[in-house]
């Protein structure tokens, strides 16, 4: 059985999209597991405000300006990070962007911009944080994407198109880190109550939920808190090394059901019992 060096006790993260939902967090979960964390966003100065939260808690915490668009936005967010905590351990790669649209309605600029915050902008974070993972053969990379990779959706062109990439663009890496002592990870997540989607046109965003209806793709009412997902992450980075989670699916648990419910479901119809 190989061995494997455990990792050390400072593994400062870096987290992406960290100003709101699922990349806030989960840099406040990994701050309270006492990982120290750079927060990522544009919208810096809400990073800031979770990035003295975590402060607050007696974790070390700091916000960096980071737009995925911007190759050299990034290129200085990687190199502050190092800076500011030290070596990275912890990449979460969680920015993204989404815009509501079908193949037909979403013009080419628009559908480009979604791919390259996506996936451009994730190459670019990985290009710039991965080689030092690399050589010291170890880390984790965790990219968040969505379950609308693995069932499509309609009235989501682009970003549909942008999370089927990143789990191809995963996979590929998986492999090409065989062997490295780097893990990388996929953690797929289902409907999520986050800020995305919420500067949507109301009735633009009644017509998507409509479509997602006739489709199937509203069992029930319930989201998932991005607490919940930031525990699925912190799971993943805590494995003990020598154990590789590569893709993990999180779904929201149905509201629990009354007994009468239950009752109800269970009961034959009139036609079953004339049988």
């Known amino acids: 059985m190989a061995r494997f060096p455990p990792n050390p006790e400072r593994r400062p993260a870096v987290v992406t999209g960290a100003s709101s939902g699922i990349g806030r967090a989960t840099a406040i979960a990994l701050g309270a597991l006492g990982h120290?964390?750079?927060l990522g966003a544009r919208r810096v100065g809400e990073c800031?405000?979770?990035?003295?939260?975590?402060?607050?808690?007696?974790?070390?915490?700091?916000?960096?300006?980071?737009?995925?668009?911007?190759?050299?936005?990034?290129?200085?967010?990687?190199?502050?990070a190092v800076d500011t905590l030290g070596q990275v351990e912890i990449v979460v790669s969680n920015a993204a962007q989404n815009i509501a649209g079908s193949v037909l309605d979403t013009g080419p600029a628009e559908f480009d911009g979604v791919l390259g915050v996506n996936?451009?902008?994730?190459?670019?974070?990985?290009?710039?944080?991965?080689?030092?993972?690399?050589?010291?053969?170890?880390?984790?990379?965790?990219?968040?994407?969505?379950?609308?990779?693995?069932?499509?959706?309609?009235?989501?062109?682009?970003?549909v198109t942008s999370k089927w990439g990143l789990e191809g663009y995963v996979h590929s890496l998986q492999m090409e880190l065989e062997g490295t002592g780097v893990r990388a990870t996929i953690l797929r997540p289902g409907p999520t109550m986050t800020g995305m989607g919420?500067?949507?046109?109301?009735?633009?965003?009644?017509?998507?939920?409509e479509q997602w209806a006739a489709w199937g793709f509203a069992r029930h009412s319930n989201f998932m808190r991005p607490a919940g997902v930031a525990e699925a992450v912190c799971a993943v980075v805590?494995?003990?090394?020598?154990?590789?989670?590569?893709?993990?699916?999180?779904?929201?648990?149905?509201?629990?059901?009354?007994?009468?419910?239950?009752?109800?479901?269970?009961?034959?119809?009139?036609?079953?019992?004339?049988?």
Request: negative net charge; without cysteine; hydrophobic residues 45%.
């Open 48 to 80: 800031e405000d979770a990035a003295a939260a975590i402060r607050s808690g007696g974790g070390e915490a700091v916000a960096i300006h980071l737009d995925l668009a911007d190759g050299d936005s990034v290129e200085r967010f990687a190199a502050a």
């Open 119 to 159: 996936i451009g902008g994730t190459h670019r974070l990985v290009r710039g944080l991965l080689p030092a993972l690399v050589e010291r053969q170890r880390g984790d990379v965790v990219f968040v994407t969505s379950d609308v990779a693995e069932r499509p959706r309609p009235a989501m062109a682009a970003y």
């Open 238 to 275: 805590s494995l003990p090394r020598g154990t590789h989670a590569t893709v993990i699916e999180l779904q929201p648990e149905a509201p629990i059901a009354s007994p009468s419910d239950h009752e109800a479901r269970s009961a034959p119809s009139d036609d079953q019992g004339a049988q």
């Open 36 to 38: 120290p964390v750079v």
């Open 198 to 209: 919420l500067d949507w046109d109301p009735e633009v965003t009644g017509a998507v939920i």
